[in-house]
C-alpha cells in the first residue's frame, strides 16, 4: 500500500472516529470521494475507468464530458472520474475570460 493510500484510508477511520465520538459536530448527510484519471489522451483515461468500473462492478457514464463510474456504501460515494479533451478545452475557454470583467459594485 503507498503512503498516500494509507494516508488516506487512515483519515477517512480517523475523521469516522471524531464524527462518532463527537455527535455535536455538525455531518454531511452524504460524501463523495473523488479519484481523477492521470492526464493521457482520451481512449487512454477511458481505459483507467473501464479498469476501475471493472474492479467496482459498476457500469460507467460517458455522459457530460466527463467519464466516470462510481460506488456507494451508504451515503458515501467513491467515484472515478475523467474529464476528457473536449470538457478540458471547453472549460479552459470559459476560463480564459476570468478578471477581463469587472462588475459594477453600485
Do not use: K, W
Not at 477511458?46 to 468500473?53: F, G, N
Not at 474529464?83 to 478540458?88: P, V, W
Amino acid at each position: 500500500m503507498t503512503d498516500d493510500r494509507l494516508a488516506l484510508v487512515h483519515g477517512l477511520i480517523h475523521l469516522a472516529a471524531f464524527l462518532q465520538a463527537n455527535p455535536d459536530v455538525p455531518a454531511p448527510r452524504r460524501a463523495v470521494v473523488h479519484y481523477f484519471a492521470r492526464d493521457a489522451d482520451d481512449d487512454q483515461m477511458r481505459a483507467q475507468i473501464d479498469a476501475i468500473a471493472g474492479l467496482l462492478g459498476s457500469p460507467v457514464d460517458p455522459s457530460g464530458g466527463h467519464y466516470a463510474t462510481s460506488a456507494r456504501f451508504g451515503p458515501v460515494e467513491y467515484r472515478a472520474v475523467a474529464i476528457l479533451s473536449d470538457a478540458r478545452a471547453c472549460h479552459a475557454a470559459h476560463d480564459s475570460y476570468r478578471d477581463c470583467i469587472t462588475p459594477d459594485t453600485h
